[in-house]
């Protein structure tokens, strides 16, 4: 099983940037892929970027460019850079993974982007 936590949500006005975080509770070179998705109110739930085991890195149209996602195998961390928000960005954004078959989500953390 996996633990996954995310923090570092906020309140921010647009153009502004925030840094996510997910602390994993295994170490995340077990894991080939962790992702970072979001929700907005009343809208599906959304692929922002993945990064692989080895830094590989995929992105959602809506965020290329502006987001950064990396991974510290060392702390199991896996964080999102998020500049030059909109308030489009505004959502819930999860950590996720797939560990031995079985998907695991945080619980994820509130991202306001005001305009």
């Known amino acids: 099983q996996v633990q996954l936590v995310e923090s570092g949500g906020g309140l921010v006005q647009a153009g502004g940037s925030l840094r996510l975080a997910c602390a994993a509770s295994k170490s995340i070179i077990l894991v080939n892929s962790m992702d970072w998705y979001r929700q907005g109110s009343g809208k599906q739930r959304e692929l922002v970027a993945s990064i692989t085991s080895g830094g590989g890195t995929l992105y959602g149209d809506s965020v290329k460019n502006r987001f950064i996602i990396s991974r510290d195998n060392a702390k199991n961390m896996v964080y999102l850079q998020m500049d030059s928000l909109k308030p489009e960005d505004t959502a819930v954004y999860y950590c996720?993974?797939?560990?031995?078959?079985?998907?695991?989500w945080g619980q994820g953390t509130q991202v306001t982007v005001s305009s």
């Open positions: 996720t993974t797939v560990f031995r078959g079985n998907a695991y």
